[in-house]
């Protein structure tokens, strides 16, 4: 990320993961990205998050800040291996369409 900020990000890729996501938390402090992806709900969250679109390369391809909860995202459909990687609110402020994120992740859920 710009300016080298540094957030943990955990991959949802478990059934319960993907499906429960950040919902009903508060007080975010990680990123929960969701390979092989194109689209998200916010329903049951409890704070506005920010949504990033990733292709296979980890390029920015979609991106939208403070999403509020109850909404459905979606993202190109006709561009194949797609991620999504949501934040805490404001995080990507600094980040813009075709940036190429690097991730370490933090841990695998």
């Avoid at 508060?26 to 704070?47: E, R």
């Avoid at 990033?52 to 391809?61: F, S, T, V």
């Avoid at 459905?72 to 075709?98: A, D, F, Q, V, W």
């Amino acid at each position: 990320m710009k300016n080298n900020i540094k957030i943990p990000i955990i991959s949802a890729t478990s059934f319960k993961s993907r499906l429960l996501g950040l919902m009903g938390k508060t007080n975010i402090n990680y990123g929960l990205f969701f390979p092989h992806c194109n689209g998200i709900h916010t329903f049951f969250m409890k704070v506005k998050i920010d949504v990033i679109g990733l292709n296979e390369n980890n390029k920015i391809i979609f991106l939208e800040r403070n999403v509020k909860p109850n909404k459905i995202i979606k993202i190109n459909r006709n561009i194949k291996k797609t991620s999504i990687l949501e934040l805490p609110n404001n995080t990507s402020n600094n980040l813009k369409i075709g940036n190429t994120l690097f991730f370490e992740f933090k841990d695998i859920i």
